[in-house]
């Protein structure tokens, strides 16, 4: 939406930039938050006694 106000000359460019910071660290927050779901689910899952088993 900044871009397209940009493209409209009803913005300036470094409110896109901002913007665009702002989505890429969310994104990066995600993806952090993610990532250590899945440590803690493998920690609980240890944690109750899960492990691998030899075939």
């Not at 940009?6 to 993610?34: I, P």
Request: proline share 2%; charged share 15%; glycine share 8%.
């Amino acid at each position: 939406m900044a871009h397209e106000l940009y493209l409209r000359g009803l913005n300036d460019f470094l409110n896109v930039l901002d913007t665009q910071r702002t989505l890429y660290s969310t994104e990066s927050d995600l993806t952090q938050s993610q990532a250590t779901m899945a440590s803690n689910l493998v920690a609980l899952y240890k944690a109750l006694g899960g492990g691998w088993e030899s075939p």
